[in-house]
């Protein structure tokens, strides 16, 4: 569990594409603010900053807590024929007070995935257009 001292991380870097579907999603700790980056094929790039209050980044903590992030393994990685779609790549780096997460994938995502970018969604206010191929 994050302590208080820590509510901020040190660093906090997100990133997912779906290349086929021309969709890029980043998220940043930057000079105390998130920064996300987010384009589509259907939409023009977008940057916005974000200042998350104490409230919400307990929130967040606590639900990366429940979903275990901090056991994710380091690689994730399916080479896919005909059974998926390819060029869905996805990398997750944060640290906070003591803990740690550096995990990173290619067409295979921890079980608890969507559940992480649900709480990123609750943090920032964004969409994020996650498209997993089953």
């Not at 606590?62 to 998926?84: A, F, G, M, Q």
Request: aromatic share 14%; proline share 3%; hydrophobic share 35%.
């Amino acid at each position: 569990m994050i302590r208080m001292n820590h509510i901020h991380p040190t660093n906090l870097w997100i990133k997912y594409e779906a290349l086929t579907n021309g969709y890029f999603f980043s998220l940043k700790w930057e000079d105390q603010c998130l920064v996300i980056k987010q384009f589509s094929k259907h939409e023009n790039q977008d940057e916005q900053k974000i200042i998350p209050g104490n409230e919400e980044w307990e929130d967040f903590w606590h639900y990366l807590d429940e979903i275990k992030i901090w056991d994710w393994y380091e690689e994730y990685r399916v080479t896919c024929e005909d059974s998926c779609v390819e060029d869905d790549e996805w990398e997750v780096d944060i640290i906070c007070g003591d803990l740690k997460v550096e995990s990173h994938g290619a067409n295979s995502y921890p079980p608890t995935f969507r559940e992480f970018l649900k709480a990123i969604e609750e943090l920032t206010g964004i969409i994020i257009e996650f498209i997993q191929h089953d």
